[in-house]
């Protein structure tokens, strides 16, 4: 008789295998290589998981050596660089050698020569003027009212000894309402003329009371001899 009992099934017995393995970097890219002798694709996986690492794991069985079963396993486990793209990531398997290619990020960066800076072309500000004494204000102003008031006459002030011209005078024009609005030094010059004419008349009288005298002497010895 068969018997028809189910059937035991021993559980293999497994051997870790750490595979020879090598980190090829290049400019665009880091290449991960791992030497798996014996092993075939499709007992291979490469995974990524959400913490930014890449994970290697394999299996294949090994040969009976009348003990029961047994199997070659490995696994490898490693973070990927901070400068990849995760999204091109690829794997090869080319005669017993798995090619893990990790690209990295292509940055764009401008190499360009530093331009020298431009020469400031902006109007230079003129620098405010300091400010004056108040003293020194007052002084050029109280100066700048002295000099008007040289050259001209107050129109109420008349000719000689500043009284005040009567309105009757002052209203009814004529040679004195024209000669108190002429200017100081005209006044001036009126009096000094006056003052020459006067010592010329009185040199002249008395160079003439003198002629007199020397004629009346003169006649006098005349009427002796």
């Known amino acids: 008789m068969v018997s028809t009992g189910p059937v035991t099934r021993i559980a293999p017995s497994y051997e870790d295998f750490e595979p020879r393995f ?40 090994l040969e009976d050596n009348g003990g029961g079963p047994r199997r070659s396993r490995f696994r490898k486990e490693l973070k990927i660089p901070d400068n990849c793209n995760v999204s091109d990531i690829r794997a090869r398997f080319d005669n017993e050698v798995l090619y893990i290619v990790l690209p990295k990020l292509i940055t764009t960066t401008a190499a360009t020569d530093p331009q020298p800076p431009l020469p400031d072309q902006t109007t230079p500000k003129a620098s405010p003027e300091e400010p004056k004494p108040i003293a020194e204000e007052a002084k050029q102003v ?19 000894g500043g009284d005040r011209v ?45 002629s007199r005298g020397v004629e009346s002497t003169s006649l006098m010895h005349l009427g002796n001899n």
């Open 22 to 61: 090598e980190r090829r970097q290049e400019e665009t890219s880091d290449t991960l290589v791992f030497q798996l002798p014996g092993f075939k694709k499709e007992q291979l996986k490469v995974q990524i998981d959400n913490y930014g690492n890449i994970k290697v794991s394999g299996e294949r069985p």
């Open 142 to 160: 109280a100066e700048k009212e002295k000099e008007k008031e040289r050259e001209t006459v107050p129109e109420e002030t008349a000719m000689a």
């Open 166 to 210: 009567p309105d009757d005078v002052k209203g009814g024009g004529g040679v004195l309402m024209g000669m108190k609005r002429r200017p100081r030094r005209a006044l001036v010059n009126v009096v000094v003329a006056a003052v020459v004419a006067v010592v010329g008349v009185v040199i002249y009288v008395t160079w003439k009371m003198r």
